[in-house]
Structure formats: C-alpha cells, structure tokens
C-alpha cells in the first residue's frame, strides 16, 4: 500500500503539502499522483507524474505542483494559493509496471492510499 502524510484545515489563500511513500522496488514505468473526492461529488483526477513528465487539471495548474523523490518512491504534492473549491478528501494513487521487490512482483502493480482530508476554511 501507498502511505499519504499531510493535510488538515489551513485558510484560504494558505498552502499545505502532501506526501505519498510507494513500497520500494524496480519497475519498467510508473505513474504517481493524487486524486480527490469533495463532498456529494465524484473522484477526480488532479495530479500525476510519469517518467515523461507532469499533468495537471486546469483547476490547479499554476498553484499545485507535484515532485517525486526516486529513492524513496515518494511524491510530494505542494499546494499553494489554496481554496475552498480545493477542499476534498486527497487520495494517493501509484502505478507501477513489471514491479518487483523482496517480496512482490506484479505486471501491473495498482495502489491507492486511504485518502487525507484538506479543508481550506473561508
């Protein structure tokens, strides 16, 4: 599993960072990043990060930027100029192919964290 550190209630304008630790391991490709669920609404995509590069909705481009530390299979999500549109439960998402560690080896390796609330209060 993906363990998430990070969030809690900060003010409108404020800025908060999340971080995400995978399980270390080599793999051919990943994909690391961050969903979020708000209140009555559907999870979307925010934020992911590839061997290629970095997407972003248009929402948090700009504000929102992700970095990923290859040692320790961590991302970290830096949030800036925050909103309470940005209020949402952040779910950590990390995908892996060809995985293998000590102890696991999966073509395709799917993890997701537990989710961390962020409340950005008015």
């Known amino acids: 599993q993906v363990v998430e550190s990070g969030g809690g209630v900060v003010e409108v304008g404020g800025s908060m960072r999340l971080s995400c630790g995978a399980p270390g391991g080599t793999f051919s490709r990943f994909s690391m990043g961050w969903f979020r669920q708000a209140p009555g609404k559907e999870r979307e995509f925010v934020v992911r990060i590839t061997k290629e590069g970095t997407t972003y909705i248009d929402s948090v481009e700009g504000r929102f930027t992700i970095s990923r530390d290859s040692a320790k299979n961590t991302v970290y999500l830096q949030m800036n100029s925050l909103t309470p549109g940005d209020t949402a439960v952040y779910f950590c998402?990390?995908?892996?192919?060809?995985?293998?560690?000590?102890?696991?080896?999966?073509?395709?390796?799917?993890?997701w964290g537990r989710g961390t609330p962020v409340t950005v209060s008015s």
């Open positions: 998402n990390a995908n892996f192919t060809n995985f293998v560690s000590k102890n696991t080896r999966a073509g395709e390796l799917i993890l």
